[in-house]
């Protein structure tokens, strides 16, 4: 017995040396911790239970019969983040370069299956040279394998992906096909095609980290939600971000009670909106001063920053938060804005999270540029999401809120359930202005009479009254008061009930 013992402990201390010292040395060289390190920084101490330690690949060709290492590149199982169940997978990158062979796949598709049966998230941490070359198509099989579960689970639990080390080719379409893709500076970096290839068709030269690191997709491409200094800053703010979420798609989402009081009035936001409406101000102040404990994660702040995305909470209950950020491009509408909320509002949707959304949007913003990428198609896909979303709704329009963005942004047209407005709210279909110089054009040589005529239109329509004369305001609210409403209407619409008619899936303008 005591020998049988001693076989398990030297096998096990086997495949936690992974590709050996030297391997493991040269990743700690690049700043990098090992598979089994990051999920010690990821995971509650003590709750990692490993699955398929001992699997080990089964090719043969190219002298890899002899080279067998347990666990074959990647750590799988499942742990606890603050007491909430995850399954987990982390490439390892001391083996074969963390490359996916058969058997790497399976192990990965073994914790997706069951986070799947049970209702829990997936977590992968990658790090892949990726397709283990000596194995061939056996590998591509491997990956396809993956690509199907990640669109399978996608919408019934969260699937989130932290890159830290390469991630190339197809490989790529794995993380892009979860939830949220971070990233972490210098050590990662994501492209179809390297720069090699780049060089050799485009002749383009790029470094790898310009190509495809994590500022450029956090800032350039919009792949990354977020990018991250190093190892330990990313997996502890990947355990704050989990905090957030609900485990599937069956439940409501986590509750973390705060001593921060739904009552709490906050005067300093009588004054945020400058008397100039051509004056911008910061929408972010808004956002901290109206959540649980000014507690906002953001998710991708340095890419299309004229709308901010991100998760808080109010009375502890997690909430999905839009809004136009007046301070960028005056808070327009655009193609990287509208793709990037409308594939937020559909996250929330799909996993239970109420929507607060604070307006103040001049329109879309005009160009061929805008026009010639496809603002029609894109700018529609943020209307779809709002309008399709079943979820609680609660919008706010601190200003702003002209023409077809008025619509798109959460109005009660397209099911918002409560819907406010600040004193300073302009509801109309243009600002005065343009208006002005459409329907008075005859006058537009007389600088007097537009004036008087684009005061007059300011007058009839700068205001929050017309609409809320029609119903599609709920009340018109003082900005000291914005938490203690919006915590109101939350908390009566948690019993919200609503469902879209019976269908395969929709089909959302791409
Ligand atoms: C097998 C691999 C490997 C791979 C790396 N290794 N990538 N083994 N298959 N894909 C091994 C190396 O042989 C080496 O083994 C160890 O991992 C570390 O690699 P290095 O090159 O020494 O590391 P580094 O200099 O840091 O470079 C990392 C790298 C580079 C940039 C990832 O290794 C690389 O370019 N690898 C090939 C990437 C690639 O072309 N993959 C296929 C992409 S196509 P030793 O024994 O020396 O430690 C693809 C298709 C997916 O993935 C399709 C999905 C549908």
């Keep these: ?94 083996v074969f370069g963390g490359s996916l062979s058969e058997a790497h796949a399976e192990k990965i598709c073994k914790v997706m299956d069951q986070a799947l049966r049970v209702g829990a998230p997936v977590i992968g941490l990658n790090d ?44 790529v379409y794995s993380p892009a096909m979860t939830d949220f893709i971070f990233m972490v500076k210098d050590s990662a970096n994501m492209f179809v095609t390297g720069p090699d290839v780049v060089k050799t068709v485009t002749h383009e030269t790029v470094t790898a980290e310009d190509l495809g690191g994590a500022t450029t997709h956090s800032t350039k491409s919009g792949v990354a939600d977020l990018a991250f200094e190093n190892d330990i800053e ?53 956002i901290e001063k109206v959540v649980d404990d000014r507690d906002f994660f953001e998710l991708q702040p340095n890419y299309a920053g004229n709308i901010i995305i991100g998760l808080a909470r109010m009375e502890g209950r997690t909430v999905g938060i839009v809004a136009n950020q007046p301070m960028v491009l005056a808070g327009c509408l655009d193609i990287a804005s509208s793709i990037k909320a409308a594939r937020f509002v559909r996250f929330c949707d799909c996993f239970n999270i109420p929507i607060v959304t604070f307006v103040d949007v001049p329109g879309f913003l005009p160009g061929t540029s805008q026009e010639y990428n496809g603002i029609i198609k894109h700018g529609a896909k943020l209307l779809f999401a709002f309008a ?26 397209i099911r ?86 019976w269908k395969k899936h929709d089909n959302l303008p791409l």
């Design 1 to 94: 017995m005591q020998e049988i013992i001693a076989q398990l402990d030297r096998k096990r201390a086997e495949a936690r040396l992974g590709g050996g010292q030297r391997r493991m040395d040269a990743q700690h060289a690049k700043g990098k911790l090992t598979a089994r390190e990051r999920l010690d920084v990821l995971l509650d101490e003590g709750s990692f239970e490993e699955w398929d330690m001992f699997v080990e690949h089964r090719c043969s060709d190219y002298g890899m019969g002899e080279q067998k290492v347990p666990s074959d590149g990647v750590v799988t199982g499942h742990g606890t983040i603050n007491g909430r169940l995850v399954f987990v997978f982390s490439q390892d990158f001391t």
């Design 128 to 171: 892949s040279g990726g397709a283990r070359i000596q194995e061939g198509v056996a590998s591509l099989g491997g990956y396809a394998e993956v690509f199907q579960r990640n669109v399978l689970a996608s919408g019934v639990v969260p699937q989130i992906s932290m890159i830290m080390g390469p991630c190339a080719g197809g490989a």
């Design 234 to 286: 990313a997996l502890l703010e990947l355990r704050r971000f989990f905090d957030f979420l609900p485990a599937s798609n069956r439940e409501d989402p986590p509750y973390r009670p705060s001593a921060d009081p739904a009552k709490r009035d906050d005067y300093s936001l009588d004054n945020l909106v400058p008397p100039d409406p051509a004056k911008p101000y910061n929408m972010k102040e808004l």
């Design 388 to 413: 399709e979303a079943t979820v609680p709704k609660v919008t706010v329009i601190t200003r702003k809120a002209y023409g077809g963005a008025y619509v798109v942004m959460s109005s009660k047209h």
């Design 416 to 501: 918002g359930d409560v819907n406010f407005a600040w004193p300073t709210a302009e509801i109309a279909v243009m600002g005065s202005k343009g208006a002005v110089e459409i329907i008075f054009r005859a006058d537009i040589g007389d600088p007097e009479k537009i004036a008087a005529r684009t005061a007059e239109y300011q007058n009839r329509f700068a205001n929050p009254f017309v609409a809320a004369s029609r119903g599609y305001l709920d009340d018109v609210i003082m900005p000291h008061g914005t938490r203690r409403r919006i915590a109101k209407a939350l908390r009566i619409l948690r019993s919200k009930q609503l469902e879209n008619p």
